[in-house]
């Protein structure tokens, strides 16, 4: 699967939209990318995952680029409770293939 | 629909026993995973599971550490004769299949303190 960078943190206002950046210029064409996060203490969540079109959901939107090489997790409003380590994995689209997480992006959402 | 459902939330087990740590999937899902995360550290995977089958265990300790799916109940992650290093949140993940993009969904974990 394909290495991912992230920021190491980031600062947003709440209400605010938070755009994490995601660069995962190795990516493969049959290569998902998915976006987790994991409040302290909690198990990692599920946040959206996408190919090759943009996706949004009612958590989040996803923008990949048309290279595919990068994409950005957009959380159009964010709220104290959206303060978390957020992850963006490459995984490969069939096949048995499991979760890598790397470091994550730590977002601190303040009022 | 239940999410993925792990018990005990909280285990406490002095050096030397045994650790047993379940899953049950979400309804419907037959694939099962296992992450640890050590204090301060990131989430690392340990091993996959099918119903009756381990598919992937090439992150599982070598010894004193097994897993099972069996065909009835949820899946068992079992460390024998535990010692302070295995301290720490173990993470279990299902999903329906591993097919087209299929995420996984993981439970909050049991989080075990050895003694």
């Known amino acids: 699967d394909a290495k991912t960078t992230q920021p190491t943190s980031m600062d947003c206002a709440e209400g605010r939209a938070a755009n994490l950046p995601c660069n995962h210029s190795?990516?493969?064409?049959?290569?998902?990318v998915y976006w987790y996060r994991q409040i302290h203490s909690q198990g990692p969540q599920y946040i959206i995952h996408?190919?090759?079109n943009n996706e949004t959901n009612e958590m989040a939107s996803l923008i990949i680029t048309e290279d595919r090489k990068s994409s950005t997790l957009i959380l159009p409003h964010a709220t104290l409770r959206d303060t978390a380590v957020y992850y963006c994995i490459v995984r490969a689209e069939s096949g048995y293939s499991t979760l890598t997480f790397g470091k994550g992006t730590m977002l601190l959402v303040s009022p | 629909n239940a999410g993925v459902m792990q018990n005990p939330r909280h285990l406490v087990r002095r050096r030397g026993q045994e650790a047993r740590l379940r899953c049950s999937p979400m309804k419907g899902h037959s694939h099962v995973y296992w992450y640890r995360q050590l204090p301060e550290e990131g989430l690392k995977f340990m091993v996959y599971?099918?119903?009756?089958?381990?598919?992937?265990e090439s992150g599982m300790p070598k010894e004193r550490f097994s897993a099972e799916f069996p065909k009835e109940g949820p899946s068992i992650l079992r460390i024998q004769q535990v010692v302070r290093g295995d301290s720490a949140a173990y993470f279990c993940?299902?999903?329906?299949?591993?097919?087209?993009?299929?995420?996984?969904?993981f439970g909050n974990g049991t989080r075990l303190t050895v003694t």
């Open positions: 993940a299902s999903s329906p299949t591993d097919r087209d993009g299929s995420p996984l969904h």
């Open positions: 996408g190919l090759k």
């Open positions: 599971l099918q119903k009756e089958n381990i598919i992937d």
């Open positions: 190795t990516i493969s064409g049959n290569e998902y």
